[in-house]
T-cell receptor
Framework: DAGVTQSPTHLIKTRGQQVTLRCSPK?????VSWYQQALGQGPQFIFQ???????QRGNFPDRFSGHQFPNYSSELNVNALLLGDSALYLC???????????FGQGTRLTVV | QKEVEQDPGPLSVPEGAIVSLNCTYS??????FMWYRQYSRKGPELLMY????GNKEDGRFTAQVDKSSKYISLFIRDSQPSDSATYLC????????????FGKGTHLIIQP
């Protein structure tokens, strides 16, 4: 079992650009959540996808959007990047009717 | 007041000591409680999961939840240098259907 996989591992973007991050959930998991973790902070919930719909959203602006595909994989898109968007972006997956969330290794985004 | 408070440390203890890590929270709707371990520049790894109040033991780890006091703890027995990491508490109201609310994380150092 490959666990939760994220790509790319590192990314450098320029302010104002757009970025897409990708996540493949653990085998058998159908729910995907995205988190932003700034340096020295705990992860902050961005949104959660279930059955290809956004089920819940945290306190993040509309510049953050996502998508879930029929195979349960997911993308996180961020438009009009700001310097403050520099962070570790984490994807977590959960099984059907499950309560635990399992995280990937994250994508480290640097905005310059 | 943040929803979840966690002392960021660092907490430094000698090898073999019992470690106590704690979080307090303000949202009485939280029912699902998790502890994650995060090594530097890696994704969080799920250590313990507890539903509602009570204790749960897994090897050297014991998780305790006191909902009446809105207080959760993680104890690590016979601590090892490999336990040196950041420990994050996380909680939610509806388990897998909810995004997790995290503490800031406690940086733990086990001295050989």
């Amino acid at each position: 079992d490959a666990g939760v996989t994220q790509s790319p591992t590192h990314l450098i973007k320029t302010r104002g650009q757009q970025v897409t991050l990708r996540c493949s959930p653990k085998s058998g998991h159908d729910t995907v959540s995205w988190y932003q973790q700034a340096l020295g902070q705990g992860p902050q919930f961005i949104f959660q996808y279930y059955e290809e719909e956004e089920r819940q959203r945290g306190n993040f602006p509309d510049r953050f959007s996502g998508h879930q595909f029929p195979n349960y994989s997911s993308e996180l898109n961020v438009n009009a990047l700001l310097l403050g968007d520099s962070a570790l972006y984490l994807c977590a997956s959960s099984p059907p009717w499950g309560t635990e969330a399992f995280f990937g290794q994250g994508t480290r985004l640097t905005v310059v | 007041q943040k929803e979840v408070e966690q002392d960021p440390g660092p907490l430094s203890v000698p090898e073999g000591a019992i470690v106590s890590l704690n979080c307090t929270y303000s949202n009485s709707a939280f029912q699902y409680f998790m502890w994650y371990r995060q090594y530097s520049r890696k994704g969080p790894e799920l250590l313990m999961y507890t539903y509602s109040s009570g204790n749960k033991e897994d090897g050297r780890f014991t998780a305790q939840v006191d909902k009446s006091s809105k207080y959760i703890s993680l104890f690590i027995r016979d601590s090892q240098p490999s336990d040196s990491a950041t420990y994050l508490c996380a909680m939610s109201a509806r388990g897998g259907a909810d995004g997790l609310t995290f503490g800031k994380g406690t940086h733990l150092i086990i001295q050989p």
